[in-house]
C-alpha cells in the first residue's frame, strides 16, 4: 500500500508573536486605549449616525451614552466632539474639501467623520499636540473604515496641519518644542 504524503518533512514556521497592546491588524486592543482614545471612538460613532442617518445630536448622544464601555471614555471630550463637530460641520467641510481629490458626498462617512474630528481637534484642542491628532484620527480609519482609508485622512489631515497648527509644525519640522 502506498503512501501518498510527502517523505520529507514539511517545513514548519514557528507561532507568530503577538504584539503586546496591538490587534493581528495592528490596531491598539482596548485594554490599551487611553479615555481621550474611547471618547474619540464614541464620538466617531456617533457622527456616522449623523452624517448617514441626519440624526439629532442630542438623540444621537443619548443613544452613544447607554453604549457598552461609554463609562471608560472622557465624556467631556467626547461631548465636545460630537456637539463641536456637529455644530461647525460647515465650517470644518469648508476646511477639508479644498484638500481632496473628489466632491465630500464621495468620501465615505467614517473617513469623513475622521478627518471633522482630526480638523475639529486641530482647530480646538490645544492640549492636544498635532501628531496626536492626526495619529489618532488615523487609527480610527484603521480600525473602523475601508482598506486603505486611513492614507486618505492621514493625506489630507497632513495637508491641513501646517494651516491650523502653524507655529507647532514648524517647530516640530525644526526639532524644537512649540513656544507657547
Known sequence: MSD???STPAK????????????STGVRKAAS??????????????????????????????????????????????????????TTAE????????????????????????????AYEFLHCADVPWRVVLNESIELAKEFGGTDGHKYVNGVLHALAPTLRPQEVAADKAG???QD
Open 91 to 118: 465650517d470644518l467641510d469648508a476646511l477639508i474639501a479644498p484638500q481632496l481629490d473628489r466632491r465630500l458626498g464621495e468620501l465615505s462617512p467614517i473617513e469623513h467623520a475622521c478627518m471633522w474630528i482630526g
Open 33 to 86: 486605549k487611553s479615555t481621550r482614545s474611547r471618547s474619540r471612538e464614541f464620538a466617531l460613532q456617533a457622527l456616522y449616525q449623523h452624517l448617514v442617518g441626519g440624526n439629532d445630536a442630542t438623540a444621537i448622544d443619548m443613544f452613544t451614552r447607554d453604549l457598552a464601555g461609554f463609562h471608560k471614555c472622557d465624556a467631556a471630550h467626547y461631548d465636545a466632539l460630537l456637539h463641536g463637530c456637529i
Open 176 to 178: 524644537k518644542p512649540a
Open 12 to 23: 514548519s514556521r514557528p507561532p507568530r508573536q503577538s504584539r503586546k497592546g496591538l490587534t
Open 4 to 6: 501518498d504524503t510527502p
